[in-house]
C-alpha cells in the first residue's frame, strides 16, 4: 500500500483531438508544483492523473489546489489489484478522517472488468470490513458524512476526500497577455482569471515616484508574488510613468485626465506586448465601478488598442470581486495604504461620458510618440517568485 494523489480535470477532457496537448501541459505544471518535493512522479491515464510524492499532505494539496486545470484532488491509498488489501486500503484511508460518530457509504468503480469481484459486492464487503474494525460509525447510503471510493482499475485505489481544485485550462496552453496591474483590487482578480484560461501573464506596472512612494511599488510586487503561487515565476514590467504624468497633469485639461493617462498606459503597454510576443492585454475594469469605467470612458480608451483588451471582470460587482481577491489571496495586500498613479490624480470632477472628439483635441496638446518612447526607455523588469509552501 502507498500513498498517491489522484487529480481530476474537467474541460480538458473534451477538446478532442487536441487533449493530448492540454494533458501535456498539466503534467508540466503539476511537476513544475511540485518543485522540491522528492519523489515526484506524474502519470496520466484514462481521464485521472496519478501523483506520487513524498512530503506532507497539506502541503502536497496545497500546491496541487494552484494548478489551474486540476478540478479536485483526492489523496489516496494505490494497493495490489485484491480484495483483502483494498479493504485495508480502505480501512487505513478512514483512520485519516474524522470518523467518529459520522455516517459513510461505499462507492466502487469497477473499470478493470478482469477483477472478478462486482462492484456492488466490492462496496458491501469493504463496508462490512470498515464497521467490523472502527467504532463510532453508521450506514447512510442516501446522504453519509463520509463517501469512501473504491477504484478498481491496474490497481485499487481509495479515497475518502475530494478536494477542490481551481479548474480551468492548464496555464500556457492559451498564449501571453500584458496585465496592466496596479496597486487595487481588482487588477489582480482579473490576471488571476485570464491565467484561469490558460493564459500567461506579463504584469505592466506604471510608478510616478515621487508622487507614488516605493512601498506602492513593493505592495505591487507583493501581488505579483501571490498570483506566481499560481503561475510560478512572473515577469514585471515597472515603467517609469513620472514625466508622462507631469506633462498631462500640466498641460492636459482635468477633467480627462484620467482617460488621458489610461490611453497613454495602453499604448505602452501593447508596445511591451509586441516586444515579448504577448498577443492581448488585460485590465481590471468593470463598467460603471468608477467615473473612468463608464461605457464612452471605456470605449475612449480602447479606441488607441491595437490589440485585443480583454477585461474578465466586467459584469462583476465590487462585492464578488473582493471575495475573490480574499479567496486567491491578493485582498490584504491590496487594501495595504499604498495609492498608485490613477488613485492619486483622480479629478475632482472627471468626465464620466468623455467625447472623442474632446479626448482628440486634448491630446494634440502633447507629443504622444515622445511619451510612448519615455515610457519604454525607462522599463525596470523584476522577476518575481512563489512565496508559498
Not at 14 to 27: A, M, S
Not at 102 to 126: A, Q
Not at 185 to 212: C, L, N, Q, W
Amino acid at each position: 500500500m502507498e500513498n498517491i494523489y489522484l487529480l481530476s480535470f474537467g474541460e480538458i477532457g473534451l477538446k478532442g483531438e487536441n487533449r493530448p496537448y492540454f494533458e501535456r501541459i498539466l503534467v508540466k505544471r503539476i511537476k513544475q508544483a511540485l518543485a522540491g518535493f522528492e519523489g515526484v512522479d506524474v502519470r496520466k491515464t484514462h481521464g485521472r492523473i496519478y501523483v506520487k510524492a513524498v512530503g506532507p499532505q497539506e502541503e502536497v494539496v496545497e500546491r496541487l489546489k494552484r494548478v489551474f486545470g486540476v478540478v479536485a484532488i483526492s489523496p489516496a491509498k494505490s494497493c495490489d489489484l485484491n480484495i483483502d488489501s483494498i479493504k485495508e486500503a480502505a480501512l487505513s484511508a478512514m483512520r485519516e478522517v474524522d470518523y467518529m460518530g459520522k455516517t459513510f457509504k461505499v462507492e466502487s468503480r469497477r473499470t478493470n472488468k478482469s477483477f472478478p469481484i462486482k462492484s456492488p459486492d466490492i462496496s458491501r464487503l469493504v463496508g462490512a470490513h470498515i464497521l467490523k474494525n472502527l467504532r463510532g460509525l453508521s450506514v447512510d447510503v442516501h446522504n453519509p458524512d463520509i463517501e469512501v471510493n473504491v477504484e478498481v482499475r491496474e490497481k485499487g485505489f481509495v479515497y475518502c476526500k475530494r478536494i477542490p481544485g481551481p479548474g480551468g485550462l492548464p496555464l500556457g496552453c492559451n498564449g501571453k497577455a500584458v496585465l496592466l496591474l496596479s496597486g487595487g483590487i481588482d487588477s489582480p482578480v482579473a490576471g488571476y482569471m485570464v491565467m484561469k484560461r490558460g493564459v500567461e501573464i506579463e504584469p505592466v506596472y506604471f510608478h510616478s515616484f515621487p508622487f507614488t512612494s516605493d512601498r506602492a511599488k513593493e505592495k505591487v510586487v507583493e501581488l505579483c508574488r501571490v498570483l506566481s503561487g499560481y503561475s510560478g515565476k512572473i515577469r514585471l514590467h515597472v515603467v517609469n510613468f513620472t514625466d508622462v504624468l507631469k506633462e498631462l497633469g500640466e498641460k492636459g485639461p482635468n477633467e480627462l485626465l484620467t482617460i488621458l493617462m489610461r490611453r497613454m498606459m495602453v499604448r505602452i503597454s501593447q508596445e511591451i506586448a509586441k516586444k515579448i510576443g504577448a498577443k492581448a492585454l488585460v485590465t481590471g475594469e468593470s463598467i460603471g465601478q468608477v467615473a473612468s469605467q463608464t461605457m464612452e470612458a471605456l470605449m475612449a480608451t480602447n479606441e488607441v488598442a491595437e490589440l485585443p483588451v480583454y477585461r474578465p471582470l466586467i459584469g462583476f460587482d465590487k462585492v464578488e470581486i473582493i471575495e475573490l481577491a480574499k479567496r486567491i489571496g491578493t485582498y490584504d495586500i491590496s487594501i495595504e495604504p499604498y495609492a498608485d498613479c490613477c488613485s492619486i490624480f483622480v479629478p475632482e470632477h472627471p468626465k464620466t461620458r468623455p467625447k472623442l472628439t474632446d479626448v482628440h483635441k486634448a491630446e494634440e496638446r502633447f507629443d504622444i510618440a515622445k511619451f510612448t518612447q519615455w515610457g519604454l526607455e525607462n522599463i525596470e523588469i523584476i522577476e518575481v517568485t512563489p512565496g508559498i509552501v
